[in-house]
């Protein structure tokens, strides 16, 4: 290798200088100091560098087929609840296994091919300041081809295969979630029929026209349906639609087959129920209906779903305890505080001639987070 002390006796364009020239002079230049080098295999091709190089390239090679069963899994896996000990229950921790191991042995290659084929080198380096020079930028750019080259994958071709397939396959786990969202749009049902999944709840008459009696009352956990004096002066209860199952008989309104239909009713004082009802004349978005100074609106956070059940009576507040988020029960449940952006639907309620709460229709909005928005 040459020596050089000064910048201007080193020609940068020397076609006698080695890459390593180059990297070493641009070292220099940077106050880097290169105190070691030596490559791991001097004597390229030897057995034992295959062999570790099949080694790594097998550890890119399981990253990718982990990375391809984790999109088969997302894709074709049966995901949706079902009771009992099933392959339903799986769905979850085959995502996670998958991805970790096509991580950790992406991690692992990495790793092995650092300590086990890229040259060792110990380099002390001074900082500096201010700009670099044309000749300069030209020994970093040689000082980052000569990198490439360390790493060997023109010499070691499966490497750069191996690596390839399996960092392509983590590609399209990123993409999973993003992409499987458009596989089955949230607007339609298995029928094609429109809004029918966002826009229909347990509560909807029309859509559950064999489970109910003519319309859906508004019922306790155990089926009991509510009356207005059932709840006390600034309280709160949660209420599912009272739907019965013609088969067995029991009631079926609080089954995961109505996880979307969860209401809070809520009975306001005299002025907060009139403070809320002049609210209601300025809000220009379809809107449910109160009945005298009670008032329903949806359990789930339009945030990420979580259950908002905290209501603080003296401030009119509605609390999601998960990320915090507070709707304002005077004002249509609007988001005052926390991630939340939309307001709360609002269940369109009524009291029959028997003198028990029902809804007069499903809700006007669709009900729990906003993704469909975007």
């Keep these: 290798m040459s020596a050089h002390v000064q910048d201007e006796d080193f020609d940068v364009d020397d076609p006698t200088l080695t890459r390593f020239d180059l990297v070493k002079e641009g070292a220099r230049r940077d106050g880097v100091e290169i105190v070691h080098y030596a490559p791991r295999f001097p004597v390229p091709g030897t057995r034992r560098e295959k062999r570790i190089v099949r080694t790594i390239g097998l550890l890119f090679a399981l990253a990718g087929l982990l990375g391809l069963a984790f999109v088969v899994a997302y894709i074709a896996w049966p995901w949706s609840y079902k009771a009992g000990f099933n392959i339903h229950k799986f769905y979850t921790p085959v995502l ?84 499987g969202g458009m596989i089955k749009s949230p607007h339609t049902d298995a029928q094609g029929n429109s809004d029918a999944v966002l826009f229909h709840t347990g509560w909807d008459p029309n859509q559950n026209k064999d489970l109910h009696g003519g319309q859906i009352s508004l019922a306790l956990d155990d089926g009991t349906k509510i009356r207005p004096e059932d709840v006390s002066v600034g309280g709160q209860i949660t209420v599912f639609p009272n739907l019965i199952d013609p088969n067995t008989k029991e009631f079926v ?28 004349k300025h809000v220009t978005q379809n809107v449910g209906s109160p009945w005298g100074n009670f008032v329903a609106f949806s359990k789930i956070c339009t945030h990420a779903g979580c259950p908002a059940s905290l209501y603080e009576q003296q401030t009119n507040r509605l609390l999601c305890p998960c990320h915090q988020s507070q709707f304002n029960i005077l004002d249509n449940a609007r988001p ?10 609002m269940l369109p309620i009524n009291v029959d001639a028997d003198g028990y709460f029902y809804a007069v229709s499903d809700y006007k909005e669709p009900v729990g987070p906003g993704f469909w928005e975007r």
């Design 253 to 280: 309104g609080n089954s995961n087959d109505y996880a979307d239909s969860p209401t809070l009713l809520i009975r306001l004082r005299d002025a907060d129920a009139a403070a809320m009802r002049e609210n209601l």
């Design 336 to 345: 005052i505080f926390g991630p939340a952006t939309r307001h709360l639907p």
């Design 96 to 179: 996670g296994v998958t991805m970790g191991l096509s991580l950790a042995f992406i991690g692992v290659g990495m790793i092995a091919w650092g300590k086990k084929l890229l040259p060792e080198e110990i380099s002390v380096q001074e900082r500096h300041d201010g700009g670099s020079a044309a000749d300069e930028r030209k020994l970093t750019g040689e000082t980052m081809l000569n990198m490439v080259d360390e790493l060997g994958v023109k010499r070691r071709p499966l490497l750069g295969l191996a690596a390839l397939a399996g960092m392509a396959p983590l590609g399209l786990v990123l993409a999973a979630p993003l992409v």
